[in-house]
């Protein structure tokens, strides 16, 4: 009897052609900058970006962000269900997220009255619009008076974040920095408010330094500027960045004037995405009064489904316009389910693991805090020795364990000395700590070792041959280079070397 058995040949688009990793389409060059002319299967388009995103390091041990990477179960489960909201639809939830935080932030908003701000898609963006309303306010000042308008100014302290630098070139208003100095590693009020004139938009403070996470002193700068207001006539104003500081203040250190409660502070930026514990994408900025929100940076339309045109369906102040809108509502979901309480829980573990941290690194008797106990919970630190290749060294060490850890220099003034920073999230709590810590001391031992290693020897055989140009008393010619063998001992036990490799 003949047996015969059919094997059917796996035709292209069939379902066998498509097992994932069998598919040609995973073995294949991938299009990268032009659009393939093909189509291909679903699995294998998942495969292809899941398998190029496994190169990406590890978020929760990216030390260098302040951004959230870890929410709760149900917020990721409500972040999906809205993945398909647009922004521009919404009111209702940025309306509340920003009444929320007017009221946290002591804003005078009555019973009942509806507080000024916006979402944005992070602190960045807000402080666009900040800085935005504060020159347009000063123009407009300044056109009444049959003023000068065209060279407006703000002052801020060295350590401001790119944003700000961003913000004064975009919409051309010169940056005034305070100078940083040895042991002072934020905005001197005294020195800020000396170089206000009449042309300052504003001043903006920091709560939170991105170098070092310290609170400026927003309370100090407010008087000095009264004063000087008083005395001149000027009317300069505060903005505070409180893009870190802003979800950290009001429940760690609710007696600190920082905010609204302070006269000249007219608007404040937060990021939702830093310790308003939401996934990168949402920032805030709220303003004092409406009156300090020029009218015609609003934009008022009704072409989103409005079914009256003459009604005003809508109000717009943000720059983008079209964007997701998860991160509105994952935000929501947080203050709904933190409270205060939640809140302050959450910044106390995290000022906890920072103490862990900044105990550790002093235990190793190799490096300088330049952080301040109260501030954002971050570990800013420098080489005790003050060698900023050091820092890099370590810097790339960590990232071997899979650590990433920024080394960078100061600002001006202090370019001299290179900082490692650690942000403490949420997500980093005590084991976490511990365990970098661990590999800090590993990563210094590595380097010490490195360093007392041998020089690599070479030995060159060489051929001296007659001058080729004037110049030359001779040519010289390599005939061979050979690598010579360095007997390399490790030390095991202190004291003695034992291995050799
Ligand atoms: C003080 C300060 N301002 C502004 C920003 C920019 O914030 P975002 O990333 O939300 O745009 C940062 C970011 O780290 C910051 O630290």
Redesign the pocket.
Same mark, same amino acid.
């Given at each position: 009897m003949v047996l015969t058995h059919v094997v059917e040949a796996v035709e292209e688009g069939s379902e066998a052609a498509a097992a994932v990793f069998a598919s040609r389409y995973v073995q294949d060059p991938v299009p990268r900058y032009e659009l393939g002319e093909r189509s291909i299967s679903k699995d294998a388009a998942y495969q292809i970006v899941h398998d190029e995103l496994l190169l990406d390091s590890s978020p929760r041990l990216n030390l260098a962000s302040? *951004?959230t990477t870890w929410m709760e179960p149900e917020c990721d489960r409500l972040i999906l269900e809205a993945i398909n909201k647009n922004y521009a639809d919404m009111d209702e939830y940025p309306n509340r997220c920003v009444n929320i935080i007017a009221r946290l932030f002591n804003a005078p908003v009555g019973a009942g009255e509806k507080a000024v701000g916006v979402g944005t898609v992070? @602190? +960045?963006?807000a !402080?666009m619009l900040a800085g935005l309303a504060f020159k347009r306010r000063w123009q407009n000042r300044r056109k009444a008076a049959g003023k000068p308008h065209d060279k407006p100014n703000i002052v801020t302290g060295a350590n *401001?974040?790119v944003?700000w630098e961003k913000f004064a070139r975009y919409f051309e208003v010169e940056l005034k920095e305070v100078k940083l100095t040895e042991g002072c590693y934020v905005m001197d009020p005294v020195k800020a408010v000396e170089m206000v004139d009449e042309n300052t938009i504003c001043v903006a403070a !920091?709560l939170? +330094?991105?170098l070092t996470g310290e609170f400026e002193d927003v309370k100090r700068l407010n008087d000095l500027l009264a004063a000087k207001n008083k005395r001149t006539g000027w009317d300069t104003p505060i903005h505070v960045?409180a893009? +870190?500081g802003g979800f950290i203040a009001p429940f760690l250190y609710p007696e600190l004037e920082w905010d609204f409660r302070l006269p000249l502070v007219k608007s404040i930026?937060v @990021?939702g995405?830093?310790y308003g514990l939401v996934y990168a994408g949402v920032?805030w900025v709220i303003w004092r009064n409406k009156e300090d929100l020029p009218e015609e940076l609003i934009f008022h339309i009704n072409y989103l489904g409005a079914d009256q045109p003459t009604v005003v369906h809508f109000v717009i102040w943000q720059v983008h316009f079209c964007a997701g809108s998860s991160q509105i509502i994952a935000q929501y979901y947080q203050f709904l389910r933190l409270g205060f309480e939640g809140y302050k829980n959450v910044m106390k573990n995290c000022m906890e693991s920072a103490r862990t941290l900044r105990e550790g690194l002093e235990k190793t008797g190799r490096f300088t805090i330049i952080s301040k106990e109260e501030g954002v919970p971050l570990v800013a630190f420098t080489f005790k020795d003050g060698a900023g290749a050091l820092a890099f060294r370590l810097s790339a060490g960590l990232r071997r364990y899979g650590w990433i850890v920024p080394a960078y220099t100061m600002p001006v003034a202090l370019e001299h000395m290179t900082v490692l920073r650690v942000v403490v999230r949420e997500d980093f709590g005590r084991p976490l700590a511990e365990r970098f810590l661990s590999h800090v001391r590993m990563a210094l031992d590595e380097m010490d070792l490195a360093a007392k290693a041998p020089v690599p020897k070479v030995k060159l055989t060489i051929e001296l041959g007659p001058a080729r140009t004037a110049g030359e008393e001779a040519s010289v010619r390599v005939v061979k280079s050979e690598a010579v063998p360095v007997r390399k001992s490790v030390p095991l036990v202190a004291g003695k070397t034992k291995g050799v490799c």
């Amino acid at each position: 009897m003949v047996l015969t058995h059919v094997v059917e040949a796996v035709e292209e688009g069939s379902e066998a052609a498509a097992a994932v990793f069998a598919s040609r389409y995973v073995q294949d060059p991938v299009p990268r900058y032009e659009l393939g002319e093909r189509s291909i299967s679903k699995d294998a388009a998942y495969q292809i970006v899941h398998d190029e995103l496994l190169l990406d390091s590890s978020p929760r041990l990216n030390l260098a962000s302040f *951004v959230t990477t870890w929410m709760e179960p149900e917020c990721d489960r409500l972040i999906l269900e809205a993945i398909n909201k647009n922004y521009a639809d919404m009111d209702e939830y940025p309306n509340r997220c920003v009444n929320i935080i007017a009221r946290l932030f002591n804003a005078p908003v009555g019973a009942g009255e509806k507080a000024v701000g916006v979402g944005t898609v992070g @602190s +960045s963006e807000a !402080i666009m619009l900040a800085g935005l309303a504060f020159k347009r306010r000063w123009q407009n000042r300044r056109k009444a008076a049959g003023k000068p308008h065209d060279k407006p100014n703000i002052v801020t302290g060295a350590n *401001v974040q790119v944003c700000w630098e961003k913000f004064a070139r975009y919409f051309e208003v010169e940056l005034k920095e305070v100078k940083l100095t040895e042991g002072c590693y934020v905005m001197d009020p005294v020195k800020a408010v000396e170089m206000v004139d009449e042309n300052t938009i504003c001043v903006a403070a !920091i709560l939170g +330094s991105t170098l070092t996470g310290e609170f400026e002193d927003v309370k100090r700068l407010n008087d000095l500027l009264a004063a000087k207001n008083k005395r001149t006539g000027w009317d300069t104003p505060i903005h505070v960045d409180a893009a +870190s500081g802003g979800f950290i203040a009001p429940f760690l250190y609710p007696e600190l004037e920082w905010d609204f409660r302070l006269p000249l502070v007219k608007s404040i930026n937060v @990021s939702g995405h830093k310790y308003g514990l939401v996934y990168a994408g949402v920032g805030w900025v709220i303003w004092r009064n409406k009156e300090d929100l020029p009218e015609e940076l609003i934009f008022h339309i009704n072409y989103l489904g409005a079914d009256q045109p003459t009604v005003v369906h809508f109000v717009i102040w943000q720059v983008h316009f079209c964007a997701g809108s998860s991160q509105i509502i994952a935000q929501y979901y947080q203050f709904l389910r933190l409270g205060f309480e939640g809140y302050k829980n959450v910044m106390k573990n995290c000022m906890e693991s920072a103490r862990t941290l900044r105990e550790g690194l002093e235990k190793t008797g190799r490096f300088t805090i330049i952080s301040k106990e109260e501030g954002v919970p971050l570990v800013a630190f420098t080489f005790k020795d003050g060698a900023g290749a050091l820092a890099f060294r370590l810097s790339a060490g960590l990232r071997r364990y899979g650590w990433i850890v920024p080394a960078y220099t100061m600002p001006v003034a202090l370019e001299h000395m290179t900082v490692l920073r650690v942000v403490v999230r949420e997500d980093f709590g005590r084991p976490l700590a511990e365990r970098f810590l661990s590999h800090v001391r590993m990563a210094l031992d590595e380097m010490d070792l490195a360093a007392k290693a041998p020089v690599p020897k070479v030995k060159l055989t060489i051929e001296l041959g007659p001058a080729r140009t004037a110049g030359e008393e001779a040519s010289v010619r390599v005939v061979k280079s050979e690598a010579v063998p360095v007997r390399k001992s490790v030390p095991l036990v202190a004291g003695k070397t034992k291995g050799v490799c």
